[in-house]
């Protein structure tokens, strides 16, 4: 068993409540270090409220996963403006999303600017997305994304 927090969101709870215990969930739950929100039809919307919980002191997440979901260019942008305040996220999953080669250079320059204030991103996974793979290919938004991918993350922040 793991010493810190694993969390899992599923699809089907829309709404405004859904969106509040989202935020709560992020920002206040001290010690949460993984949370998975992927294939749960996230939008732009929800990265509202994920970008403002990311934002909060208390928030201690180091892998947020958002693969296989709806966010595109817009969405990505406001995700990075959280996640530039943001000092603990390490690893961030968003392939098989609606992302274009804009919002590719969006994460490129969010992730550019972490690195610059001592604090940067480790991986972004990016494959699936309706950027052009050029794009990513060679630099830390490449990288197959999957269970081994996790497990060591959780191995090495987690136990």
Request: aromatic share 8%; glycine share 10%; hydrophobic share 35%.
């Amino acid at each position: 068993f793991y010493k810190n927090p694993i969390f899992s969101f599923t699809s089907g709870q829309g709404g405004k409540d859904a969106h509040s215990a989202l935020h709560s969930l992020i920002s206040q739950i001290t010690g949460l270090r993984f949370i998975s929100l992927g294939c749960t039809d996230i939008g732009n919307a929800e990265c509202e409220t994920i970008s403002d919980a990311l934002t909060s002191e208390e928030c201690s997440l180091v892998f947020l996963d958002l693969g296989v979901n709806q966010i595109n260019d817009e969405g990505v942008a406001v995700l990075c403006a959280g996640l530039e305040k943001n000092t603990t996220i390490k690893y961030l999953e968003l392939s098989n999303n609606k992302i274009t080669d804009s919002g590719v250079e969006t994460i490129k320059q969010c992730v550019e600017r972490r690195a610059e204030l001592g604090s940067p991103v480790e991986q972004v996974w990016m494959k699936g997305n309706l950027a052009d793979p050029a794009l990513y290919t060679g630099c830390m938004l490449n990288g197959e994304f999957g269970y081994g991918s996790i497990l060591s993350v959780i191995e090495q922040y987690c136990s």
